[in-house]
């Protein structure tokens, strides 16, 4: 059985338990002097029905105004006392919920970062954000004030609970029955409401995941003139998001009335039986006096269980997700050898290698290939061939199904994942680039770099002239995910970006397919530059691209249909052969 939510984020923070200590205690003695004033009416009552029979009299004080000064002064230091406690709580509920924002929000982000690449691909990236961002900030909500009512009104029942039967017996009785039924319909509230804020967080999820996929296909929504279709999907799932919160909403605000009626008996039996005692001589007027006003503060505060039990539930909802992706397990996981760079042969091989992304469809099947060090080998085929998926068993974005991936002997999964991954540089046909400057964007991966180096590795990936073309040079913005470049200038830059970090594989994976040819012939330049004396692994779907590699290897269906030069190939008449006279118009 899954442990609570609560629980669960108790284990979380437990490091914070000096905090949370601390800011209970000052919710707990802001309440406790909260409560005094009515003890100090009580007195003041009972100065002025008894005077010299008054409890102050008994100390010594008989005068009445002697006693009610005394009475002054206690009050100004018991609100005093109050106001510092309730400045204290209130900063240390509100950093305690900053911290643990902060914390299960970098945490969670940091943990998502260890998880395999098929995690991703079964998860919207919008649900990723409603976890990252609503649900933690959901949970500081509740931090930040409901932890805090949570204790305050149980100080209260409490403190007046040991007035009450300390002094008066019978009315305590009367004025604590509805506590019971409040605390029952509570608990009630709780369990009925779980689910519907279960369900809401889902929703929320989902207009995340609507919404940021809406947005990162925003030139497809608009070459399409599909605007009013996505408003309607937008609004549909809207819809269900407020269909969702109507029914919490609706069973929480029933809350409040109920309970108030139910408030309104302990209340109005205190008055009424107090009140008789009272006239009977059987309780002093001034503790009758402090009765009355108990009973307010005892029993009205109840009332606002029900928005703090709204706002609990959310937050377990909430806590329940975030905790959840936190325990997610990382299938990928590093191993402990490490990886000296300087100490590289950079030698590959992939050996009986069988992958498949589901079960019922392989795509490599028994691969054995070589990829010598300090060579140019060169990876093609069709469509599907699994050319792409070598780079990422050998990155380790998926592990093996079958076989191994050697380095230098070693099965790639013993060695740090940061080490290898850290040998690699990747030139993708899918370039991204971060949202900053071009110099920010070459220098990620390698922040330490100089100018000079940046401006040199631009040099090597033939990018350095139109850099200086744009209107700030190196220090231009080129937008979310460079969409104010050109294909063929993120590409350079992302080549730019593999040759300062300087590494002994590279690997260039379809990395002119989305240009001109005038840039593939630039690119190519610069990749046939770069590649000297490092181990490089070219996968391409233009065979011109490879032509000079030192070895090719022709993938069909996950095996290997061929291997040789690009002469070899071609005299062969076989699967190259074949897809070389389609692409030069032979056929």
């Known amino acids: 059985m899954s442990q ?9 923070g437990r490091k914070h338990r000096g905090r949370f200590v601390l800011a209970s205690l000052c919710s707990i003695l802001n309440k406790v002097f909260d409560l005094a004033p009515p003890l100090l ?44 406690f309730e400045y204290a709580y209130a900063v240390y509920w509100r950093n305690l919920a900053q911290t643990l924002q902060h914390e299960l929000r970098v945490d969670g982000y940091r943990h998502v970062q260890t998880l395999e690449m ?132 609706r069973l929480s605000s029933a809350f409040s009335p109920l309970i108030r ?38 029993l009205w505060p109840l009332t606002r269980l029900g928005s703090t039990f709204d706002l609990y539930q959310r937050a377990m909802a909430s806590a329940a997700r975030v905790l959840n ?20 042969r950079a030698e590959l091989r992939y050996e009986q290698v069988g992958f498949a992304y589901h079960p019922e469809l392989p795509i490599l099947s028994g691969l054995d290939l070589e990829v010598p060090a300090g060579r ?12 792409s998926t070598l780079v990422k068993l050998l990155l380790r974005f998926y592990d093996v199904g079958s076989g191994r991936i050697l380095l230098d002997g070693v099965d790639i999964r013993e060695l740090r994942l940061t080490d290898l991954r850290g040998a690699i540089g990747l030139v993708s046909q899918d370039v991204f680039l971060f949202y900053g400057t071009v110099r920010d964007n070459i220098a990620y991966g390698s922040r330490g770099a100089t100018q000079e180096e940046i401006e040199q590795a631009a040099r ?41 970090k300087d590494p002994p594989i590279l690997i260039l994976d379809e990395a002119t397919s989305a240009v001109d040819n005038e840039t593939e012939a630039a690119i190519q330049r ?23 590699a030192d070895t090719i290897y022709v993938l069909q269906d996950g095996v290997l249909s061929e291997a040789g030069r690009h002469e070899e190939l071609l005299a062969a008449g076989g699967v190259y052969a074949g897809l070389w006279k389609v692409q030069t118009g032979e056929i």
Not at 60 to 79: E, H, K, M, N, Y
Not at 326 to 332: E, G, K, M, S, V
């Open 4 to 12: 609570h939510p609560l629980a669960r984020l108790l284990r979380y």
């Open 41 to 84: 009416i009580g007195a003041a009552v009972d100065t002025l029905v008894q005077k010299d029979q008054a409890l102050l009299a008994g100390l010594g004080f008989v005068d009445p105004l002697a006693q009610l000064t005394i009475l002054a002064v206690i009050t100004v230091l018991v609100w005093g006392l109050e106001s510092g």
């Open 118 to 249: 098929a995690w991703f691909e079964d998860r919207s990236t919008g649900l990723v954000m409603a976890i990252l961002n609503d649900d933690v900030n959901q949970l500081e909500r509740f931090l930040d004030g409901g932890a805090n009512s949570i204790l305050q009104v149980a100080t209260t029942v409490v403190g007046v609970g040991l007035f009450f039967f300390l002094l008066a017996p019978g009315v305590a009785v009367l004025s604590f029955l509805p506590v019971p039924l409040i605390l029952w319909g509570s608990f009630r509230f709780q369990k009925r409401i779980a689910p519907r804020y279960a369900e809401v967080r889902e929703r929320v999820g989902a207009i995340n995941a609507q919404l940021s996929n809406n947005l990162g296909g925003i030139g497809t929504i608009k070459s399409f003139t599909s605007e009013d279709f996505e408003v309607e999907r937008v609004r549909a799932e809207s819809l269900r998001y407020q269909a969702s919160n109507q029914l919490a909403i």
């Open 261 to 298: 009626m139910v408030i309104v008996f302990g209340f109005t039996a205190t008055l009424v039986y107090g009140g008789w005692l009272c006239s009977e001589g059987e309780l002093a007027v001034g503790v009758f006096s402090v009765m009355v006003f108990l009973t307010q503060r005892l």
């Open 325 to 344: 992706l936190l325990d997610t397990p990382a299938r990928i996981v590093s191993g402990e050898l490490p990886l000296k760079r300087e100490e590289m």
């Open 376 to 387: 140019t080998t060169a990876i093609v085929g069709p469509t599907g061939s699994g050319k």
């Open 460 to 500: 090597a990936a033939e990018a350095h002239d139109f850099i200086l073309g744009l209107k700030n040079g190196y220090e231009t913005i080129v937008g979310e995910r460079g969409q104010k470049l050109s294909g063929g200038q993120r590409q350079r830059l992302s080549i730019a970006r593999a040759v300062l």
């Open 526 to 548: 610069s990749m046939r530059r770069i590649a000297e004396g490092r181990t490089t692994l070219v996968i391409a779907h233009r065979l011109s691209t490879v032509r000079h």
